[in-house]
């Protein structure tokens, strides 16, 4: 791969017209459809903060061009273009462009945005970072020298442990199965603490191979004692991808009457029991054939997009994104999401709720009115009507 520096941007607005940013549709980052795929994320050290983005395309690379800007909130009409960039990289392959980006750490909280343009058909997608004065995640994990842009690691795989502080750190192990999210109609929050109790713990210094030998969730940090570090879930080599029939299982909850769960849990991996309770639920083998697939492949999306301390089916936005699918419209504001469903013309809101374990997580805000929706929803998906 070559090294290339991305162009210095100029002092005009990055977007024709002012237009504040919460009135963008910002679903295609839940599409997997979408031409491009897009992440960042933010490493803090002493005096500075580094952001690492990757773009994905689907096309050559070289056909879409990478610009930035920095806006005080959503709601700000027009930006600044960024030009005080204290260092900007990128290494370019056919259809993948890394980069790191570092600057000063801010005494004031503001937002970056990357905006993608295709340079044949002018499309643009945009993508949003809040840049944190305190933001805790301290490092990373590399697997065979490329950064790990997922939250989540495969067990007995070879990875190295990166420190923004190049200090020895404690590893706090934990094996706890995370309860998945509770339906949008309850009163139940099912977030995790901001301080768990761990299983183990031991110790490695940057820059060491760190090699998961259990699944679970596995937190670094220099200070145990404050709320930083970074963490990632160790999972079984196929995810987000599901093959066993006991991982099968979990993701039926939110579809299944207690009976039909609990006839699940005692198929002991067995395919054949395991298909039976399937057909028994959408009463036709070829609808359940189309429900394992369309169902499934929703729940390897989730993981894809909302893995966090816990698998990304178990989390609120995975959730909703198993029974509703791809929202029609996403819009963010300062510490929140809004889904929009035209079919059933449901809003959700979303919350930013972090914590050291996944400063990103948010947290849905419940309400009794779903209930309807919700089980005319969850109705169809068991006839296989996605």
Not at 98 to 113: C, D, E, M
Not at 160 to 184: E, G, I
Not at 284 to 289: E, N, Q
């Amino acid at each position: 791969m070559k090294l290339f520096g991305l162009f210095i941007l100029g002092l005009v607005p990055l977007f024709a017209g002012a237009q504040s940013l919460t009135g963008f549709n910002f679903k295609d980052q839940y599409n997997p459809e979408s031409e491009v795929e897009f992440s960042m994320e933010l490493v803090k050290s002493t005096n500075q903060i580094t952001l690492f983005f990757e773009l994905k395309t689907k096309q050559p690379t070289e056909k879409y061009v990478l610009t930035w800007e920095k806006r005080e909130s959503f709601a700000q009409k027009s930006g600044a273009a960024l030009t005080d960039l204290d260092s900007v990289k990128a290494h370019i392959s056919t259809n993948k462009k890394q980069g790191s980006y570092a600057f000063n750490i801010p005494a004031k909280s503001w937002l970056l945005v990357a905006k993608i343009t295709n340079t044949e058909n002018k499309v643009s997608w945009l993508y949003t970072q809040l840049i944190e004065s305190k933001y805790p995640v301290t490092g990373w994990l590399e697997n065979q020298g490329d950064r790990v842009h997922k939250k989540y690691i495969s067990v007995d795989n070879k990875y190295t442990v990166k420190s923004a502080s190049a200090q020895t750190l404690f590893v706090s192990y934990y094996k706890d199965n995370f309860p998945a999210a509770s339906p949008p109609f309850t009163d139940i929050d099912r977030k995790a603490d901001r301080f768990m109790f761990y299983d183990s713990t031991f110790q490695i210094k940057s820059g060491d191979t760190f090699t998961p030998t259990k699944m679970g969730l596995y937190l670094f940090q220099q200070d145990t004692s404050a709320a930083e570090g970074f963490a990632y879930r160790c999972t079984n080599e196929i995810y987000p991808k599901f093959s066993k029939i006991s991982d099968l299982i979990g993701p039926m909850i939110f579809i299944t009457t207690q009976d039909e769960y609990s006839a699940l849990l005692k198929t002991e991996n067995d395919k054949t029991k395991f298909d039976k309770v399937i057909l028994d639920i959408t009463g036709d083998a070829d609808r359940a054939r189309s429900f394992i697939r369309n169902y499934f492949r929703r729940v390897e999306l989730a993981n894809i997009y909302f893995s966090s301390f816990k698998e990304g089916w178990k989390t609120d936005r995975g959730m909703i994104y198993l029974i509703f699918g791809i929202p029609d419209e996403v819009s963010k504001n300062d510490g929140t999401e809004v889904w929009f469903y035209k079919s059933t013309r449901t809003s959700f809101t979303f919350v930013k709720s972090g914590s050291v374990y996944d400063p990103d997580n948010y947290v849905l805000v419940r309400d009794k009115r779903f209930m309807e929706t919700w089980f005319s929803k969850v109705d169809l998906l068991r006839k296989s009507r996605f």
